[in-house]
């Protein structure tokens, strides 16, 4: 019983740390993305392409649902904590398991719609420019010719904000995974640097 109370109490400090780290720097990355996105869109009257726009815009909204998620460790960790003298309520492991697998998931799902969308954003972009650099400056552009804008650019920076945003909620849903499902028995010294 002893043994069950301190490894709550370390994987409730755990969830917590993670949690809180996971959340704060998804709650940045997502945020400028979604500023980044929601300006470019209002400034230029439209999207560089509907797909990148919607791609990138599923990817914000996953990061978004999985900075809810991150905060929910945080929650959990105050459950563990909590439960850590009754170690009878604390919540079942399998049920831990299955909400970081569905973050995994998640992470996942909304990291490949970013990439889609900066993929297809970076593809119109180089389209862009090479069909204007054949043009010669000084001539101007003509009607069925559209420059690369720096606002353009901005959805490149979106993508990349909410791969980041996504890249850090799995890692740490990874880790809090391997923390939860790994045996006492398994979990060996930790290595110091010399």
Same mark, same amino acid.
């Given at each position: ?7 709550? &109490?370390?994987? @409730? ?7 809180? *780290?996971?959340?704060?720097? $998804?709650? %940045?990355c997502?945020?400028?993305? !979604?500023?980044? +996105?929601?300006?470019? @869109?209002?400034?230029?009257g ?6 990148? #726009? ?10 978004? %649902?999985s900075? #809810?998620?991150? #905060?929910?460790?945080i929650?959990?960790?105050k459950? *563990?904590?909590?439960?850590?003298? &009754?170690?009878? /309520?604390?919540?079942?492991?399998? !049920? ?8 995994i ?7 490949? !719609?970013? %990439? ?11 389209a /862009? @420019? *090479?069909?204007?650099?054949? %043009? ?8 069925? $010719?559209?420059?690369v804008l720096?606002l =353009?650019?901005?959805?490149? $920076? ?15 849903? +990874? &880790?809090? *995974? ?7 028995? =398994? ?8």
């Amino acid at each position: 019983l002893v043994q069950v109370s301190k490894r709550l &109490e370390k994987t @409730a400090r755990y969830f917590k740390n993670l949690g809180t *780290l996971a959340f704060w720097s $998804q709650l %940045v990355c997502t945020t400028v993305s !979604a500023g980044i +996105l929601s300006f470019s @869109a209002v400034a230029t009257g439209n999207a560089t392409s509907p797909f990148t #726009f919607y791609a990138t815009g599923l990817g914000i909204v996953a990061a978004f %649902v999985s900075v #809810f998620r991150s #905060f929910g460790y945080i929650r959990l960790s105050k459950t *563990l904590r909590r439960t850590a003298t &009754e170690p009878a /309520k604390a919540p079942p492991r399998a !049920a831990v398991v299955k909400n970081l697998r569905n973050s995994i998931v998640l992470s996942v799902v909304g990291m490949g !719609a970013a %990439v889609l969308g900066m993929q297809a954003t970076v593809g119109a972009l180089v389209a /862009k @420019a *090479l069909t204007t650099s054949s %043009v010669p400056y000084y001539q101007g552009i003509s009607a069925g $010719q559209s420059p690369v804008l720096a606002l =353009d650019v901005f959805l490149v $920076q979106a993508s990349a904000n909410t791969i980041l945003s996504h890249f850090l909620g799995l890692s740490s849903s +990874l &880790e809090l *995974l391997r923390s939860v499902t790994i045996s006492p028995a =398994d979990a060996g010294p930790v290595p110091r640097p010399a």
